[in-house]
């Protein structure tokens, strides 16, 4: 197997190729003049709401949420997902005039990660 190194542009001969990207927040935090940690993510509640402004809510890789047993939610598109489904019950109750659901709860349900054409690799975590 051969790999091209993009910083030197020269082949590389190897019998494993690992590829790592990062993800950077959105600069959310900025523009609502809000507390963030040090990658950008915005501070949110329980409810996944922006302590201060009324009717604002962050999901995803833009909000920092301890909604996984006290411990940060993970940048996954799943744990985003479920996060705007929460989130949009929690904008119909208010609209409903209806009270409030308990604090937003992440559930891993186990990772997948596409790694080239019929190749992927997979986590699963039963509790």
């Avoid at 790592?20 to 709401?49: F, I, Q």
């Avoid at 186990?110 to 509790?127: D, E, H, N, Q, Y």
């Amino acid at each position: 197997m051969k790999a091209v190194s993009f910083v030197s542009q020269q082949t590389i001969s190897a019998s494993t190729v690992l590829w790592a990207a990062g993800v950077s927040a959105s600069p959310a935090a900025k523009w609502l003049a809000t507390e963030c940690d040090n990658a950008g993510r915005v501070k949110v509640g329980p409810d996944l709401s922006v302590p201060g402004i009324p009717n604002v809510f962050a999901i995803g890789d833009t909000a920092l949420s301890t909604g996984w047993k006290g411990q940060p939610v993970p940048g996954l598109a799943a744990a985003a997902k479920q996060g705007g489904v929460y989130v949009a019950c929690q904008i119909r109750s208010r609209v409903d005039a209806r009270t409030a659901g308990p604090p937003f709860k992440y559930r891993h349900l186990g990772s997948l990660a596409t790694i080239g054409r019929k190749a992927a690799v997979r986590g699963f975590w039963i509790r």
